[in-house]
């Protein structure tokens, strides 16, 4: 057991009991009096090195004292035959997209390995502004992982959607001095950075020093260099080897990402080398409840890249050492004295199988369950939604003739096509073509009451009748449905107002499945697995109405956000990513 509890941020020095701890640490590294826990004879992953060597590893006051043979503890573990290996950190992630609340999401990763995250909350900022913010360092406090996280600094993402707040660096400024707060968050207007906008850059000047991510689709060239002189150090939208190789010799981190929608690990992994393998970090982003309880968290990444033939020690290191480095974690992602005690305990190194978990020397999970940790029912941070009645009558799309843009999903990506198709119609309305796999798609706006429908069409979901719709609807989460009717949307879209937020299901007049979402519209009050249960019955539902997507909630999710290319639709209607502006439906001419 513990005779010191690890430091928390906030507490006040007591110099005389630090000056006792460390003199008593280096005691114990020094072997001349017993740990506190030793793990024995274990092999130990040196992410310093890229090593594996064999050992013990002495814990005092939660901090590694000494690694190395004969160490003597009042708690002594049996590791022989396992491997130990540093906390996982996971360096980008959007705790909202998991659908947990912060100390949910904690003890749903902490039986995989994870021992810390950095989360931009710009999801639940672009709905309820400071508040949102405020809301998850307050929900995270007490978490048994810890949760860090960066300032939104697109809220909203750009001024071609309604949002629920906008944030401007004098907004920020009070998390500057936030201690878990560690820098400005995705920098997604890279248009807004490239050209100089004075409200973009205050938010870049207000954290420089700092970490400041990047999110830069594409970008390369002269412009890439622009954008990345402003002190922008990373990248996770890589989803080529040739981008993400020029990002990393102009310096950015590559965030290599494998979440439920974008997987980009399989093609960007062979870029890593002994040459440059510091440079790259391994991220969920948005990585849904039923995959996290299901395959896991990075413990199931690190075991797939080892699987494509990456090394074990350079797999961990991606997610351990190099995200500790980038974000200035001290003392965190290795296995060595002074490092704060966070390790893992693996019963097969190449399937990275999690056998055991200790966070600051404490044991927190052990095969597969948490250990003295439950979690405590939210608060709910309701936000109200602003939205009248969908009518039939502002749904109608009256045909203009010729060909019209429509939104084309690609699996496994965020990405979307433009298709340029004829859409049919009746009694002189554009109807959904379900034999081209092409249904109507609208995004209503919730915050603010505006009244704005934009309305599109979407390829690709396989709906042979029924609707769905979602208050999750990135970034500035309105109300977004999908359907083959316009009865059927307006009933989907009227459940989620109903609800106050949630993700709905229709069949003709019935709703066939509901997850209510209360907290914000983003997230459940409820732990994984009764969350998965949910998810589990809005899949099937869809399902049951011919969608043959692997995740329908997450793609239909990301199709209203303007900053992934190519084609995507908010409540003041289409975006042209690539041109950054609204676009008709119909192509004239």
Request: negative net charge; aromatic residues 6%.
């Amino acid at each position: 057991m513990l005779r010191h509890p690890p430091k928390k941020p906030g507490d006040i020095p007591d110099i005389q009991n630090q000056l006792l701890e460390l003199k008593e640490r280096i005691a114990v590294g020094s072997g001349k009096i017993p740990a506190d826990l030793v793990l024995k004879g274990g092999k130990i992953l040196n992410v310093f090195t890229g090593e594996v060597l064999s050992g013990d590893v002495a814990v005092y006051g939660g901090v590694i004292a000494g690694v190395g043979p004969s160490y003597k503890g009042r708690e002594e573990v049996d590791t022989k035959g396992k491997w130990i290996a540093p906390g996982l950190i996971d360096a980008h992630f959007h705790i909202e997209s998991s659908m947990l609340v912060p100390s949910a999401l904690a003890s749903a990763v902490m039986v995989h390995g994870t021992t810390a995250l950095v989360a931009d909350p710009h999801e639940i900022a672009n709905v309820m502004g400071l508040e949102g913010i405020r809301f998850m360092l307050d929900e995270s406090m007490s978490a048994p992982v810890d949760i860090f996280f960066t300032a939104p600094s697109c809220v909203p993402a750009t001024h071609l959607e309604t949002s629920g707040a906008k944030l401007s660096a004098a907004d920020l400024a009070e998390f500057a001095s936030e201690p878990r707060i560690l820098g400005l968050a995705e920098m997604m207007n890279f248009s807004g950075v490239i050209n100089g906008i004075d409200q973009v850059l205050e938010k870049v000047v207000l954290f420089q020093g700092r970490v400041i991510d990047g999110h830069a689709p594409f970008l390369t060239g002269q412009n890439l260099q622009g954008y990345l002189s402003a002190g922008i150090g990373s990248d996770h939208e890589c989803v080529g080897s040739d981008e993400a190789l020029e990002k990393l010799r102009s310096g950015a981190y590559v965030m290599i990402r494998e979440g439920t929608s974008a997987k980009n690990l399989e093609t960007l992994l062979p870029l890593v080398n002994e040459k440059n393998s510091r440079r790259f970090c391994l991220v969920s982003d948005d990585l849904h409840a039923e995959d996290l309880l299901l395959r896991g968290h990075l413990d199931f990444t690190i075991g797939k890249a080892i699987r494509l033939g990456i090394s074990p020690v350079v797999a961990v290191q991606m997610a351990t050492l190099n995200p500790a480095e980038y974000f200035g974690l001290k003392n965190r992602g290795a296995i060595a004295p002074g490092y704060i005690a966070d390790m893992v305990i693996l019963d097969d190194l190449g399937k990275f199988q999690v056998n055991s978990v200790y966070k600051g020397g404490r044991l927190i999970a052990d095969k597969g369950k948490a250990v003295n940790y439950e979690t405590s029912k939210a608060n709910h941070v309701v936000h109200p939604f602003l939205c009248g009645e969908l009518t039939l009558e502002r749904l109608a799309v009256v045909h203009q003739g010729g060909k019209a843009r429509v939104i084309e999903t690609v699996p496994d990506q965020i990405l979307t096509k433009i298709s340029i198709m004829d859409l049919p119609f009746k009694d002189g309305l554009a109807i959904s073509d379900i034999e081209s796999d092409v249904i109507k798609i609208c995004v209503l706006e919730r915050h603010l009451g505006t009244g704005n429908v934009g309305i599109g069409f979407v390829k690709g979901f396989g709906f042979k009748r029924g609707a769905l719709a979602s208050s999750v609807a990135h970034d500035s989460h309105n109300i977004i449905a999908a359907g083959v009717t316009d009865s059927e949307i307006a009933i989907a879209v009227g459940a989620v107002r109903d609800m106050n937020g949630g993700i709905s299901v229709v069949d003709g007049e019935k709703v066939i499945g509901r997850l209510p979402l209360p907290v914000a519209g983003l997230m459940s009050d409820k732990p994984l697995e009764i969350l998965v249960g949910e998810i589990k019955n809005v899949k099937s539902a869809c399902r049951n109405l011919g969608c043959g997507l692997e995740d329908p909630l997450m793609t239909i999710s990301f199709l209203a956000l303007p900053v992934i290319p190519a084609l995507k639709l908010t409540d003041l209607g289409l975006v042209d990513v690539n041109n950054f502006k609204i676009v008709p439906l119909f192509i004239k001419g």
